[in-house]
């Protein structure tokens, strides 16, 4: 929703992004404004003031770090595997570390939340609330692989990444 109008529950102030044709038949009938099929992929120059996700759990470190990059200041609440945050097994998990403990992110453990939900699943379940401040400036670096990471300025600066030259 644009910044300078409060945050309501008026459906043509929510935008959503769904990747299942069956879930954005629901969001279509209910009256939802899709602007996306692919969050990782979604660009945009809208200023949003709250964005609330439930990302797939394999690819939720990938996700909220996306979040983190369009962000723009907004307020960011996402579900999360538990897993995801305790093993910092990945670079992208390692990054995400990072920027969760610069913001002073709350994390909450819920459990297996989804143990019962129609599409069960016995993941222990974190809630994040992430906010990151307008002035700090995030940047997209492909990597040497087809998937794309995201590096924050201050990676660099704290000397975080090797660099071999200058394009990598």
């Known amino acids: 929703s644009s910044r300078s109008r409060h945050f309501g529950a008026e459906k043509e102030d929510i935008f959503c992004i769904e990747l299942e044709p069956e879930l954005q038949a629901i969001l279509t009938d209910k009256k939802y404004t899709i602007i996306g099929n692919d969050f990782l992929r979604y660009t945009t120059d809208m200023l949003f003031d709250l964005i609330i996700m439930n990302p797939p759990f394999d690819t939720g470190a990938r996700h909220l770090l996306k979040a983190a990059e369009i962000s723009r200041g907004a307020k960011i609440i996402c ?30 453990e819920l459990g297996p939340v989804f143990k019962n939900a129609e599409r069960p699943t016995n993941v222990n379940i974190s809630l994040v609330k992430l906010q990151i401040e307008n002035d700090k400036e995030q940047f997209k670096f492909a990597g040497f692989t087809s998937d794309e990471r995201q590096f924050s300025i201050d990676d660099i600066a704290n000397n975080q990444l090797a660099k071999h030259d200058v394009f990598e």
């Open 79 to 108: 579900l999360l595997n538990t897993e995801t945050l305790a093993n910092q097994c990945t670079e992208e998990r390692k990054l995400l570390g990072r920027i969760l403990a610069d913001n002073n992110a709350e994390i909450q």
